[in-house]
């Protein structure tokens, strides 16, 4: 299923750039900080990580791309030596962003990769494990730039145990053009 929802994301963003006129192509590379929302928010702490964007420029307002990156959770609570429970999400987004200037709106999906991870030690025994999902996700997001510093806000969904999850995003980056 993951293979299949991935070739869709890419068929759909070469076909635009295959027939859209050709503009700037930026690699734009940032600093995340995610703030769980909801159920999630209850068992996890504010999240940190980085993710890259590559973007294509359609027309003078528009560019489609690819974000990367990843973004890791720590419990709220002081589980104690030794002990941790962690969770790391990979995402993969087709996008399109909209300038109005200087701000943009820019809606993101595709699918996270969910890792968590588990270790518990003590009184002579010593527990520790992994395990990971793939899952449909989404993001929306805004805007602005000042110069080559993108400074932007948005709301990112993932399903984690079958139930979705989601995750205020602020972040931080800085635009290459290439």
């Known amino acids: 299923m993951k293979k299949l929802v991935l070739s869709g994301l890419l068929t759909a963003v070469f076909s635009i750039t295959t ?4 503009g700037a192509i930026q690699l734009n590379g940032g600093i995340d ?18 993710t890259v964007k590559g973007l294509y420029g359609i027309n003078d307002e528009g560019q489609v791309g690819l974000t990367l990156g990843y973004i890791h959770f720590g419990t709220k609570e002081d ?26 709106v820019e809606p993101q999906i595709g699918f996270s990769s969910i890792r968590s991870k588990v270790n518990f030690s003590g009184a002579g025994f010593n ?11 989404f993001a929306a997001g805004v805007g602005y730039m000042l110069g080559n510093i993108d400074l932007s806000a948005r709301y990112q969904s993932f399903s984690q145990g079958g139930s979705g999850a989601g995750f205020a ?9 290439l």
Request: charged residues 10%; aromatic residues 16%.
């Open 19 to 22: 027939y859209a006129q050709k």
């Open 33 to 50: 900080i995610g703030l769980p929302i909801g159920n999630f928010g209850e068992g996890y702490g504010l999240g940190f990580g980085g």
């Open 79 to 104: 589980l104690g030596d030794g002990n941790s429970v962690s969770l790391g999400v990979i995402p993969i987004l087709a996008l399109y962003r909209h300038s109005f200037g200087k701000l943009y």
């Open 127 to 137: 527990f520790g494990g992994s395990a990971s999902s793939t899952s449909f996700s």
């Open 169 to 177: 995003g602020l972040r931080v980056a800085y635009n290459f053009s």
